[in-house]
């Protein structure tokens, strides 16, 4: 059974930053879904991809209103995903999302609305306030 589970997030002030982390078990390294993307979705807005790693390449993307502030990452032999996240801003309040995709999702760009993602976690609350 796959399953990606989130940690690392809470409630941070402006300007401060958080490391989420997505521990996947169940996809062995050399699993087709590699694509691993960050999500998220705030209350009453569209659900955004944040930042995607195709494992394979090893190439990395951003939504544009993050690239200068997030960095994500992982680690092969932990199975884990990361999300560093600096200078957050209010505007990133929201529900945090990992999931994993085949590759071609990566290299489609539907990563950005979430599309065909095929293993979901179950998100992870980071609050900022100003």
């Known amino acids: 059974e796959v399953q990606l589970v989130e940690s690392g997030g809470g409630s941070v002030q402006a300007g401060g930053s958080l490391r989420l982390s997505c521990l996947a078990s169940g996809l062995p390294s050399y699993t087709i879904y590699q694509c691993m993307v960050w999500l998220r979705q705030a209350p009453g807005k569209e659900r955004e991809g944040v930042a995607r790693i195709a494992t394979g390449s090893g190439s990395i993307a951003y939504a544009d209103n993050v690239a200068d502030r997030f960095t994500i990452s992982r680690d092969g032999a932990k199975n884990t995903l990361y999300l560093e996240m600096n200078n957050l801003k209010p505007e990133d309040t929201a529900m945090y999302y990992c999931?994993?995709?085949?590759?071609?999702?990566?290299?489609?760009?539907?990563?950005?609305?979430?599309?065909?993602?095929?293993?979901w976690g179950k998100g992870i609350q980071v609050t900022i306030s100003s």
């Open positions: 999931a994993a995709a085949v590759p071609s999702t990566c290299s489609s760009g539907s990563w950005r609305t979430g599309r065909n993602m095929e293993y």
